[in-house]
């Protein structure tokens, strides 16, 4: 007989079994799966008689806590080039409806003579104030002391199941911008409105937009012109889809 072989099973027989703890993973139970959205946003809005078209495409990969977003816009006014933006941010739920979000935001801005293209540090807020209000608040900094605010908020307002309104209210704030193309520091630009969308289905919605715009304009300096504050009407139309 093998000693040491019997000496082991002499040892195990006399101590109790205990099973192993088996840990089930219910992550996916939890908000810990994986999901991926992708939203198409398309339309031509009319300001001071002219029109531009103005096209976004936001997609988003991620759990409940941790999503990386990509958002890519264009906006092409009627007889000028298209400007560009593009936005890849990391966002992390840190309390209930709130994410803090910090990425990097490129622009392009074709009849510029000089920088072109322009690259921001962005933090911000994405979340669900009281009342429902979604919103957005971005702080941008860049070079040539560029300190800058973004302030998105709206709200669906339900006229029946597929009709629905949405008040909204946009702001661009300066604290300071001494760039070749600087805005004037102060509010910058607002403006106020709503879109009625249709929901044709949960992934197809056409819209209309009416609202109020007024932006203050730009600085003096070496590569362009004062420009005084302008305001009025902006109304279009346009289709989103949602994946």
């Known amino acids: 007989m093998n000693h040491k072989n019997s000496n082991v099973k002499a040892y195990e027989e006399s101590v109790p079994y ?15 799966q994986i999901n991926v959205s992708t939203e198409i946003e398309t339309k031509w809005l009319k300001e001071d008689g002219q ?27 009627e007889s000028e080039r298209t400007k560009y933006e593009t936005k890849l941010m990391y966002s992390r739920a840190f309390e209930e409806f709130w994410d803090i979000q910090v ?30 209000f979604d919103t957005d608040i971005n702080f941008y900094t860049g070079k040539d002391q560029q300190f800058l605010l973004n302030i998105e908020t709206d709200r669906d ?14 702001s661009d704030i300066v604290f300071c911008d001494h760039s070749k193309y600087a805005k004037k520091s102060g509010l910058s630009e607002i403006r106020a409105g709503s879109e009625l969308r249709y929901e044709i289905t949960k992934q197809v919605m056409p819209f209309i937009d009416i609202g109020y715009k007024y932006e203050r304009g730009d600085k003096q300096t070496a590569w362009q012109d004062e420009e005084s504050s302008e ?9 989103q889809f949602l994946f």
């Open 157 to 170: 307002v339900l006229l029946t199941q597929k009709l629905i309104l949405q008040p909204y209210l946009h």
């Open 231 to 239: 305001h009025g009407w902006v109304y279009g139309a346009g289709i």
């Open 103 to 132: 990425g990097l935001r490129h622009t392009y801005h074709p009849d510029h003579e000089e920088n072109k293209s322009q690259t921001y540090f962005v933090v911000g807020l994405n979340g669900l104030a009281p009342y429902f």
């Open 18 to 32: 205990d099973p192993p703890v088996v840990h089930a993973d219910h992550s996916s139970e939890h908000g810990g």
């Open 51 to 77: 029109g531009a078209f103005h096209n976004q495409l936001e997609m988003w990969l991620g759990t409940d806590e941790n999503k990386l977003f990509l958002q890519l816009n264009s906006e092409k006014p």
